[in-house]
C-alpha cells in the first residue's frame, strides 16, 4: 500500500510581496519557505515529488536568502535511500524551488504537464526569473496532458494558477486521502 512522508530541502527566504502582482503592504516583508518535497513509497515506485531548490547559479543566488542546513540528499539518506532508488520524480511545476535538484535523480522518470515545460521555455515577464533553464533542462520530461495516473493511487490533476500548468499529486493510502498541493496552496 502506498506510504507518505514530507522530506525537507531547508528553506529559502524572499520578499512575501513577490509572492503577489500588485503593490501590497506584504513588500518588503521576509517570507521564509519550507521546502518539503513529497516521497511516495509504493510497492513497485519511490516517488518524489519536487526536488526542492538544489544549488542555485550564483546570479540566482544573491536574491534568495538560504537555510539548507537540511539538503533533501540528507532527508533521503535518512529514509534509508539514496538518489538512485528513486524511480520516479513528479515536478508539480518548474520553478526553481520545485525543480532544483532534478539532476540527482539519474534513474528516476520525470513527469510534468507539457504545457508546464513548454511555458517554462518562453516565460511571461512576471514569471522569467522563476524558471532557470539549467535546473529545469537537465533531464527529460515525460509531457503528460491534464490529469494522469502515474501507478496505482497516485494520479495528478491539474490546478493551474500559480504556473499555467501547475499540478497536483493525489495519494490514496490505505487510511487516507492526500493531496499535495505544491504552489496551488502556499501559504499558512
Not at 163 to 179: L, N, R
Amino acid at each position: 500500500m502506498n506510504k507518505v512522508k514530507l522530506l525537507s530541502d531547508g528553506f529559502f527566504g524572499l520578499d512575501k510581496g513577490f509572492l503577489v502582482y500588485r503593490k501590497t503592504s506584504y513588500h518588503g516583508v521576509l517570507y521564509m519557505a519550507a521546502l518539503k518535497p513529497l516521497l511516495i513509497t509504493t510497492d513497485k515506485e519511490k516517488i518524489l515529488v519536487d526536488t526542492g531548490i538544489g544549488e542555485l547559479p550564483d546570479r540566482i543566488k544573491k536574491f534568495y536568502r538560504l537555510d539548507r542546513e537540511m539538503k533533501l540528499e540528507r532527508s533521503i539518506k535518512e529514509e534509508g535511500l539514496k538518489p538512485e532508488d528513486i524511480s520516479v520524480v513528479i515536478n508539480t511545476h518548474l520553478h526553481l524551488d520545485h525543480c532544483g535538484n532534478n539532476v540527482l535523480f539519474k534513474n528516476a522518470k520525470f513527469y510534468v504537464q507539457r504545457d508546464e515545460v513548454r511555458y517554462a521555455h518562453f516565460p511571461d515577464r512576471f514569471q522569467k526569473n522563476t524558471y532557470i533553464r539549467e535546473l529545469f533542462d537537465t533531464v527529460d520530461y515525460i509531457g503528460i496532458k491534464g490529469d494522469h495516473e502515474i501507478t496505482g493511487g497516485v494520479k495528478v490533476i491539474t490546478t493551474p494558477g500559480h504556473s499555467p500548468a501547475h499540478q497536483s499529486v493525489v495519494v490514496d493510502t490505505e487510511d487516507e486521502k492526500y493531496i499535495y498541493c505544491g504552489d496551488a496552496s502556499p501559504l499558512r
